[in-house]
C-alpha cells in the first residue's frame, strides 16, 4: 500500500503561480511513475502531468509551457510547479502512482490515489 498525500493548494489570481507537493509514503519505490490530474466542477478527472521513473515527463498538450513536473526520489515526493494560471485551471489536483514505471495518461492505470487539494484560481 501507498499513501499519497497532496500539499500546497489555494486561491490565487488568473496570470500568478502556485507549486503543488506531493508525498509518498508507504511501500514506495523510486520505480513508480507519479502523475497529477485534475477535477473541475461538473467535469470528469483530467490527466495533467506525469514522471516515469527515470524521470521522464509527459503533458497534456493544453497546459504544457505553464506546467512543470518534476520529483525527488530520497524524498519521496513530487512537485507540480503552475504558472500564468487561468480561471480554466480551477480544480481538485490529485497526485497519482503507477507500479511499474511506465508513464500513462490512463487515470484507470494508476494504482495509487491521494484525497487532492484544491486550486482555485480567480479572474
Known amino acids: 500500500q501507498v499513501q499519497l498525500v497532496e500539499s500546497g493548494g489555494g486561491v490565487v489570481q488568473a496570470g500568478g503561480s502556485l507549486r503543488l507537493s506531493c508525498a509518498a509514503s508507504?511501500?514506495?519505490?523510486?520505480?513508480?511513475?507519479m502523475g497529477w490530474f485534475r477535477q473541475a466542477p461538473g467535469k470528469e478527472r483530467e490527466f495533467v502531468a506525469v514522471?516515469?521513473?527515470?524521470?521522464?515527463?509527459y503533458y497534456a498538450d493544453s497546459l504544457k509551457g505553464r506546467f512543470t513536473i518534476s520529483r525527488d526520489n530520497a524524498k519521496n515526493t513530487i512537485y507540480l510547479q503552475m504558472n500564468s494560471l487561468k480561471a480554466e485551471d480551477t480544480a481538485v489536483y490529485y497526485c497519482?502512482?503507477?507500479?511499474?514505471?511506465?508513464?500513462?495518461?490512463?487515470?484507470?492505470?494508476?494504482?495509487?490515489w491521494g484525497q487532492g487539494t484544491q486550486v482555485t484560481v480567480s479572474s
Open positions: 497519482a502512482c503507477r507500479r511499474g514505471g511506465r508513464s500513462s495518461s490512463v487515470g484507470r492505470e494508476y494504482d495509487y
Open positions: 508507504g511501500r514506495t519505490s523510486s520505480s513508480y511513475a
Open positions: 514522471t516515469s521513473w527515470s524521470g521522464g515527463t
